[in-house]
């Protein structure tokens, strides 16, 4: 199996060697599973950073539980920083909205790491200084992180299962809590299954 025919970035492409082995996603099915997965979390591994720019509607419609009124969503609408100290406070291993732990622990990598608590774990598993550079996360280690998730996740396990669409659904649902974008996913995993298997 040669991954380095699949075209990908060359900082991925390295790093993919390295991570597929630490992380032991060897097998041409979780290799697929892994790559369809970040490709899709990150926009084409472009994105390391959770976006939370949303307008007030959107507010309502994706965090309906932090935000009751549009009156309060647009008191926060298009600020990413008070959105995410709100929406992330007491959770994670957060402190409070005022600590402002929900921005510095914001989501980041090619499967968003969230959370003071991942970011603690993640910090032991590489024996860098995460907590205090957060953004090392995101500028560093966007692949090491979503392999480190991977793992701790036990998705290895899940897409031992197969390539059928339940698959995929089980994985999404573990990586992003719900059943985001399952079509491209699915036509992602059809791609990167395929590529590996010439």
């Given amino acids: 199996m040669n991954i380095n ?7 991925i492409a390295f790093e993919l060697n390295e991570i597929i082995y630490k992380y ?10 892994f790559l369809s997965q970040i490709h899709h979390e990150s926009g ?13 509607e959107r507010l309502l419609a994706v965090f309906p539980k932090y935000f009751k009124t549009i009156e309060e969503a647009k ?4 600020k990413p920083e008070l959105i995410a100290n709100k929406v992330y406070a007491n959770r994670m291993g957060n402190g409070d909205e005022v600590s402002g732990d929900g921005w510095k622990f914001r989501g980041r990598s090619y499967i968003q790491l969230t959370g003071k608590n991942n970011y ?16 090392l996360v995101a500028e560093q ?16 396990e899940i897409a ?20 985001n974008g ?13 590529e590996l298997n010439k």
């Fill in 5 to 11: 025919k699949l075209k990908l970035q060359n900082r």
């Fill in 44 to 56: 084409g591994f472009k994105s390391v950073y959770e976006n939370l720019n949303y307008s007030a």
């Fill in 141 to 156: 280690y966007p692949l090491t992180a979503a392999g480190w998730f991977w793992s701790v996740n036990k998705i290895n």
């Fill in 75 to 78: 008191k926060y609408a298009r």
């Fill in 120 to 135: 603690i774990q993640f910090e032991k598993s590489i024996n860098k200084d995460i907590i205090n550079n957060p953004d």
């Fill in 24 to 33: 032991n996603i060897e097998s041409t099915l979780r290799i697929a599973h």
């Fill in 160 to 179: 031992d299962k197969g390539s059928s669409i339940q698959v995929i659904k089980e994985i999404t649902k573990k990586i992003n809590g719900g059943y």
């Fill in 182 to 194: 399952l079509e491209h996913r699915q036509s992602l995993f059809n791609y990167y299954y395929k």
